[in-house]
């Protein structure tokens, strides 16, 4: 049997023992119809869903629903939504969304063959399965899951992390059964996968807790580690209380600069958390709830639920709506450029939904849908709402707020650099028999440009500034792609067989993915017309592509 073999039946193992495991704790704390008539109601949940609340079952009536909760909201405030985005301007942004990257020109000489009436529903469904996806949610997710500061060097990195967030979304996992492998996970501290999110927090359980309520809660309750939280209700121990539910993973005694490789992430039975400068022990308690008693088997009188399984437990469960809500809410922001809470890390009673009906909407329907987070996906982008065009006569930032309107998005460090590579035709290899992907992971050139672009914040916030604009303009990337020696696009237009508004259209599409306009072009043949030679042509043609990849067009998303 193969090494890949054994490796998928393992994880297939896994996740069936995971899920009959939580099954049988969820009846234990009430998530279930539990035996015992008399055991008390199930723990508070945090942020609960109306009752009224009542969504559609298929993807097509969802996104119809939410266009018509966010024009209701639109009317309301008396805004008017931006128009359609056009053809092009929409492929453009679903490729960017979906795969991370721009299309190249053969994917877009495809899509134009595609026929009016299916073009957008086929280009979708290509998108949704192609390799490219995978990857490009993995980026996505392990920024969202690990905290930005976090230094795996001495372990090899975060490769391994997004690897196994890879395999999870070409699996397309339920959201729930990822967050209960990932949280539960165990080995040793420098093994692959998601053990790597214990190891990236050093095993302490205040970070853990910090981390995880901000991760798959949206709730920043780390304010609340010294003191109460001076703006939302959160206790400080409250915080403690959500911290002891990790205190028993094994971790050094004492103090240690680094983590060593022979420790084990594993549930012990003993470990405890006090109060800052007290000696005063926080039991495990679940957020805006009870403290956690532990079940104890009076046989073996051993625990039969650790404290990290009950918190799992508690934190998956379909009727916790705080958990849905912080997942749609990173989705939504993912696609929007903004949260309908934002910043989406930041969910509380003074940061309210800017549509609180939304929220509650789609996070009920994520639940019902199983936490399907590729559905999810597909029902957000086939809203008119994410069709709208980013383009306006009129600057109106409350429309954008609203989401009547399409926001500008900074691309992401990942996103360009493959955006670059598909331009230049670097590190692309065959993804299928029509299919061209990227070589995302294990590329050292890839991760030398991305911690010199790394931002953090919001998409429509632009925070690059003079070093990453020297790169850009002065970076290996760019001037090898723009060398008439070396640069492969440019080699392959200087063929006799093309026009020059040939070569003018494929850079175009190449860079800007779409075709020059009239004036455009126009303007571009006066200037060549003042090239006679073939050495001030071949120039002119390299100044022209430096031109279009360092043009904002090209470095936003729109």
């Known amino acids: 049997m193969s090494r890949s073999y054994q490796s998928r039946w393992a994880s297939v193992a896994r996740r069936i023992f995971v899920g009959s495991l939580l099954t049988f704790f969820m009846i234990l704390q009430g998530d279930v119809q539990a035996a015992d008539p008399d055991r008390p109601a199930p723990t508070p949940l945090v942020n609960a869903i109306s009752a009224s609340i009542k969504v559609p079952s298929t993807s097509p009536e969802m996104s119809q629903r939410i266009d018509q909760i966010l024009l209701d909201s639109w009317k309301s405030h008396g805004l008017t939504p931006a128009e359609a985005a056009s053809d092009e301007e929409l492929t453009r942004r679903l490729y960017l969304d979906l795969l991370g990257r721009i299309p190249t020109v053969a994917e877009l000489r495809t899509h134009d063959k595609r026929g009016p009436e299916t ?64 949280l539960l996970s165990s080995g040793r501290v420098n093994e692959s996968g998601p053990v790597l999110f214990f190891t990236a927090l050093q ?72 109060l800052p400068e007290t000696d005063e022990v926080i039991p495990p308690r679940y957020l805006m709830g009870e403290v956690f008693q532990s079940s104890m088997n009076a046989e073996s009188e051993t625990q039969e639920l650790s404290r990290r399984e009950a918190f799992v437990v508690w934190l998956t469960s379909r009727n916790n709506h705080q958990f849905a809500k912080a997942a749609v809410n990173r989705v939504w922001a993912q696609l929007f450029g903004r949260g309908i809470v934002d910043p989406v890390d930041d969910m509380g009673v003074h940061n309210p939904p800017l549509i609180p009906e939304l929220l509650d909407a789609l996070a009920l329907y994520f639940i019902q849908t199983d936490y399907d987070l590729r559905n999810l996906v597909v029902t957000i982008i086939n809203t008119k709402a994410y069709q709208l065009s980013s383009r306006s006569e009129t600057r109106s930032d409350e429309r954008a707020k609203a989401f009547a309107q399409m926001s500008l998005k900074t691309l992401t460090a990942e996103q360009l650099y493959d955006c670059i590579a598909i331009a230049t035709h670097r590190e692309m290899s065959q993804a299928g028999a029509d299919q061209t992907g990227l070589l995302r992971l294990g590329s050292n050139a890839r991760m030398q440009f991305i911690s010199q672009f790394q931002t953090t914040g919001s998409a429509v916030d632009y925070q690059a500034g003079i070093p990453q604009a020297l790169t850009m303009m002065n970076g290996i990337l760019i001037s090898d792609a723009t060398d008439l020696a070396i640069g492969g696009v440019l080699t392959s237009l200087s063929a006799p067989f093309f026009t020059d508004n040939q070569r003018v259209e494929t850079l175009y599409l190449a860079t800007l993915s779409r075709k020059p306009r009239p004036e455009e072009m126009e303007h571009l043949r006066e200037m060549l017309s003042g090239h006679k030679d073939q050495t001030a042509r071949k120039a002119f043609w390299a100044d022209l592509y430096w031109a279009l990849l360092n043009s904002p067009e090209f470095t936003f998303n729109h």
């Not at 998108?127 to 930005?148: C, K, Q, T």
């Open 119 to 182: 073009r957008r529903g086929e280009l979708i469904e290509t998108l949704l399965e192609h390799p490219d996806f995978s990857s490009h949610m993995a980026s996505v997710w392990r920024r969202a899951l690990l905290p930005a500061t976090a230094d795996l060097s001495a372990f090899g990195g975060t490769e391994s992390f997004e690897r196994w967030l890879q395999e999870e979304f070409d699996a397309n996992t339920p959201y729930d059964e990822l967050a209960q492998e990932l």
């Open 203 to 274: 095993l302490k359980p205040d970070e853990i807790a910090k981390q995880t309520s901000r991760a798959f809660l949206g709730m920043r309750i780390d304010c609340a580690q010294c003191h109460d939280h001076p703006f939302d209700h959160w206790k400080q121990d409250e915080f403690w209380g959500l911290a002891a539910f990790f205190s028993r993973i094994s971790k050094p005694e004492g103090k240690m600069e680094m983590l060593s490789p022979l420790l084990q992430v594993k549930d012990n039975n003993r470990g405890d958390v006090m």
